[in-house]
């Protein structure tokens, strides 16, 4: 596994820390990233701009994401400034406790 700090790009808070989130090193693909990083961030990946490798260089390809080093510390620097709408509502079936089966049932 290849552990990356991750956390998403807001100037305005005082405390902004990173969080730890480990991508197989089989999967090392730009798209796998973003999967990860925003299923843990609960972000919307339709709402990230860019990733940044700090403290200055963005993240474009697969090549780039292959390239990382344990613990370098990226952001997601997010395109919507309605802070509402930035994360993601968990479907039902991401939800703890849902049941698929018993969703399909019929009365």
Sequence with gaps: ELVLKVRIQTPNLREN??????L???ELTYK????????ELGVNPEHVQ?????PNTMLRKDKDV????????LELVLTVSD???????????????YNKKA????Y
Aim: glycine letters at 2%.
């Design 66 to 73: 292959a390239r990382l080093q344990d613990f370098q510390e």
């Design 32 to 39: 796998e990233l973003l999967r990860v990083s925003c299923r």
């Design 103 to 106: 969703s399909e049932l019929t």
């Design 24 to 26: 197989d090193r089989q």
């Design 17 to 22: 820390d990173f969080i730890e989130i480990e």
């Design 83 to 97: 802070k509402n709408s930035l994360f993601r509502v968990p479907t039902l079936s991401e939800q703890s406790g």
């Design 50 to 54: 860019k990733i940044r490798k700090l």
